[in-house]
RNA sequence: CGGGGCAUAGCGCAGCCCGGCUAGCGCAUCUGCUUUGGGAGCAGAGGGUCGUAGGUUCGAAUCCUGCUGCCCCGACCA
């Protein structure tokens, strides 16, 4: 078979983009930085957004939308959100154009708008401000709240999926009567991020919490989710901020408790985004193409008939439908794909580019045997089984594919996890092995920024799910309350 | 914003250095026949203001200048 995408050992950036057009995901737009999502990419966006919005539903969530645009002023009210976020906003100033002299459209300078609106690069400003409105007393708290949106952030340099200068993503904001609330429901979202990442889309990741450097312009501690991806660098996956009084100060909100003394409300935000897609693929994929968790595949099982005549076509037609009435009973997404307008072998070819789990192949041959050929993704094996075992084989093979998925990007990141002593060892193994390093730190910002400076490799967090085991700081000599992960990041 | 590269058919590219006949190749598309258990074969056909504006020249895809867009590498970031 003729290679198609670039491989991935060659040159995983293009390996990456490439693959991300030609599995049909999105592409770059005619707007910089920008991209467009093709309906196979959104369709697995879409299985993700429902099953994230079930998760955040029985955690006692609402959804809610507020306004694209902000005010100018309501970002200068909370002094570390501004300073975060002010280099990457699009503006907008005017609202009308005119046609100009030379036959185009200018802007009408005298529709200058009063105040600036700011498309939002994430929405804590305008919906604090909100919020005044609606928390007065302990009654209406807590307030839980999550927002499916796009945002804007203007950078400098953009990629498919994992940034790009407008993205998908949701939101959520709460305010909560006290701190020990606000915090337990921070780390609570983190834990519904791991759940989501680890059960459905197959990423292994860390949980932890940011250095001060990694912080949300804003919070007062900002919690993570990290995953490796097969380059071994790492990608930021979620975060759940504990924001503290912060933006309710700033926006002045208030509520009176039950002994009828006014207090400042405490706040969360946590959010993910359309990267988890460029997550997924850079976890999965292999050089012939998307390999999908059957957890969020869109098609998870692709039915493809082989024939000569026109009788075994009809024949096929008859077996292939009924064998997709069965799986799709059982709640199994299917695909029969009987087009005459391509072969087997380029429908095969064509599949596992788009990361289909489970593939069927059904000849005339099948027919006259009682058998099947049956084929899964992730590792590109195939077998022919009696057609009587079939729907119980799919049923198992989904389940095992979402597993084997797991547990190969696990071990994956297992084997490229390692601890250093000296920074000596760092140095060399960031450049020579990348992955995650564990080393001690001594917990200042200008020892972070040394290294990230000499190595080009950041704190991805402090990670939450080990036993903290004290040593010293492999620069400083510093005493340090635990090893954290360093890596190269995305 | 710095450093590199690219712009020629829907996609991927050659041609450019050294200007000259009708601008070419692969994939894709269309037609016909043969095929169909891993991206089919043969025969034929359609499709281009060579990114854009100007300059040099008898003559520009090719040389020169400006502009625009895209990609890669950095700095910034989810």
Not at 16 to 33: E, T
Not at 141 to 149: D, E, H, R, S, V
Not at 259 to 284: D, Q
Request: glycine residues 6%.
């Amino acid at each position: 078979m003729a290679k198609v995408l670039t491989s991935r050992e060659e040159n995983y950036s293009q390996w990456y983009n490439d693959l991300v057009n030609k599995a049909d995901l999105a592409q770059n737009s005619a707007v910089r930085g920008c991209m467009v999502i093709k309906p196979y990419g959104y369709a697995i966006w879409e299985k993700m957004q429902a099953a994230l919005d079930k998760m955040f539903k029985d955690t006692g969530h609402e959804n809610a939308y507020f306004p694209l645009f902000i005010p100018k002023s309501f970002f200068s009210k909370e002094a570390a959100h501004v300073e975060g976020f002010a280099k990457e906003c699009a503006v907008v100033t005017h609202y009308r154009l005119r046609t100009s002299a030379a036959g185009g459209v200018e802007v009408d300078p005298d529709a200058k708008l009063e105040e600036e609106l700011i498309v939002r690069p994430t929405s804590e400003t305008i919906i604090w401000h909100t919020y005044k409105d609606w928390i007065q007393s302990y009654r209406d708290l807590p307030l839980l709240i999550n927002q499916w949106a796009n945002v804007v952030r203007w950078e400098m340099r953009t990629r498919l999926f994992l940034r790009t200068a407008e993205f998908l993503w949701q939101e959520g904001h709460t305010a909560h009567a006290t701190r020990d609330e606000a915090v337990e429901e921070a780390e609570r979202m983190l834990n519904v991020y791991a759940t989501f990442a680890e059960e459905f889309m197959a990423i292994p990741v860390r949980r932890g919490v940011k250095s001060a450097n990694e912080r949300f312009a804003g919070a007062i501690e900002t919690y993570a989710i990290e995953a490796m991806m097969q380059d071994g660098k790492a990608l930021q996956a979620g975060t759940s901020h504990f924001l503290g009084q912060n933006f309710a100060k700033a926006f002045d909100v208030k509520f009176q408790n039950k002994e009828g003394k006014v207090e400042h409300v405490w706040a969360t935000s946590w959010g993910v985004s359309t990267r988890l897609m460029g997550a997924l693929i850079m976890t999965h994929s292999d050089d012939n193409g998307l390999v999908l968790p059957p957890n969020l595949a869109p098609i998870q099982v692709v039915i493809v008939p082989i024939y000569k005549t026109q009788e075994q076509y009809e024949q096929l037609q008859a077996a292939g439908n009924n064998i997709k009435k069965q799986l799709q009973a059982l709640g199994i997404s299917v695909k029969f794909d009987d087009r005459d307008t391509q072969k087997p072998g380029w429908k095969f070819a064509e599949y596992e580019l788009k990361g289909v789990p489970v593939r069927i192949a059904l000849g005339a041959r099948d027919l006259e045997q009682g058998t099947v050929e049956i084929a899964r993704r992730d590792t590109l094996t195939k077998e022919t089984i009696p057609q009587t075992d079939l729907i119980a084989r799919v049923q198992f093979l989904l389940d095992d594919i979402q597993k084997n998925i797991y547990q190969k990007a696990f071990d994956h990141r297992a084997a490229n996890t390692r601890t250093v002593e000296t920074y000596e060892e760092f140095k060399r193994m960031i450049d020579n092995e990348g992955g995650f390093i564990m080393a001690h730190w001594d917990g200042t910002p200008e020892t972070e920024e040394l290294i990230k400076e000499e190595t080009k490799a950041t704190i991805r967090c402090i990670p939450l799910d080990e036993e903290a085991v004290p040593g010293f700081c492999m620069v400083t000599g510093k005493p340090s309350a635990q090893r954290v992960i360093f890596a190269r990041s995305y």
